[in-house]
């Protein structure tokens, strides 16, 4: 098997667990990595069998259901460091030793509780997959990729006691003094929020704070944003305009008019419409806050 091979078996990998998470309700997490494995085939699925559920495997070949196809941000660690032994290795086995490797040294406590429970050694479940790959049983931990800032994706923002309260002061001048009294569409939401993201973002940035801090901040800035819209007007802050989790903002939906007939396009046209749909959007933006400058004169821009 090649090494480009076996990326792509590492990827069905992750497609497997994550239908597993989905038939469970679940959002995926490194245990649903090791499910696939004990429920495959080999030496790796052997050495864990008595982890086995008894229940076959999913295999959807899209995401089928919402919200919960979003990757937790350990998921994505556990699959980014089997990729990245993987890349550095350059073994010609089978990604489920990679896999396996990427799983004991993340020390999840909720894999290391599933393989304690089966009565496994974690330690000869190492050496099992390092003995498969060709390397020394004596590797050190292997380093795993940096995890997403606290507050973005499905990781919890940090404490709010715990944060920069002259920070938080700033963030707080900025919310005492939104314009609210000139929203009167979901599109002008949209421009505040946009802007209110950016503003924040300069602002925290010029501060001596790390990652997790800086986004943290953000985090409880956006939410105290969009509760203090849906104060003064519900009917322009639905429910679910904004996913404080992952950082991002979507208020309005922008539909097209269905087309009698398909228009034939010159493949130089490709991505005009993304491209003049952004120009609408910063120009929209632009705008509110040309208009909403006055409201802004005493907030803290740095």
């Known amino acids: 098997m090649s090494a480009g091979e076996t990326r792509g078996e590492l990827k069905r990998l992750m497609v497997r667990a994550f239908a597993v998470a989905d038939a469970s309700g679940e959002s995926p997490r ?24 008894g229940r076959p495997v999913a295999r959807p070949t899209a995401p089928t259901s919402g919200h919960r196809w979003s990757s937790s941000y350990l998921f994505r660690q556990t699959y980014g460091a089997a990729r990245d032994l993987l890349d550095i290795r350059g073994s010609l086995a089978g990604p489920e030793g990679y896999l396996l490797v990427a799983l004991i040294d993340q020390r999840d406590p909720e894999v290391a ?4 429970n089966a009565g496994l050694d974690i330690s000869a479940l190492r050496a099992v ?11 050190p931990p292997i380093a795993m990729p940096r ?24 963030l707080q001048a900025r919310q005492d003094r939104l314009p609210l009294r000139r929203l009167r569409t979901a599109a002008q939401v949209g421009s505040l929020l946009h802007l209110e ?9 010029k501060l001596e704070m790390d990652d997790d801090e800086r986004y943290s901040l953000l985090h409880y800035h956006r939410a105290q944003v969009e509760q203090l819209v849906r104060a003064f007007n519900a009917d322009l802050a639905p429910a679910d305009s904004i996913q404080p989790a992952s950082g991002r903002v979507a208020v309005a939906n922008y539909t097209r008019r269905p087309r009698s007939r398909r228009r034939r396009r010159f493949r130089f046209t490709v991505g005009w419409d993304t491209w003049f749909s952004n120009r609408r ?14 409201d802004y004169r005493r907030a803290p821009q740095r």
């Open 30 to 53: 490194p245990l649903h990595f090791l499910t696939v494995l004990a429920e495959g085939d080999g030496p790796i699925a052997s050495a864990l069998s008595s982890l086995k559920s």
């Open 113 to 116: 509780a599933a393989i304690s």
């Open 129 to 139: 997959a390092l003995n498969l790959l060709g390397i020394p049983d004596d590797l």
């Open 147 to 170: 995890v997403t800032p606290a507050g973005t994706l499905d990781r919890s923002a940090l404490p709010l006691g715990d944060l920069d309260k002259a920070a938080w002061a700033q």
């Open 197 to 205: 993201d950016r503003a924040a973002l300069k602002l925290l940035n």
């Open 281 to 294: 959007v910063g120009l929209r933006d632009r705008w509110f806050w040309l208009r909403t400058l006055p």
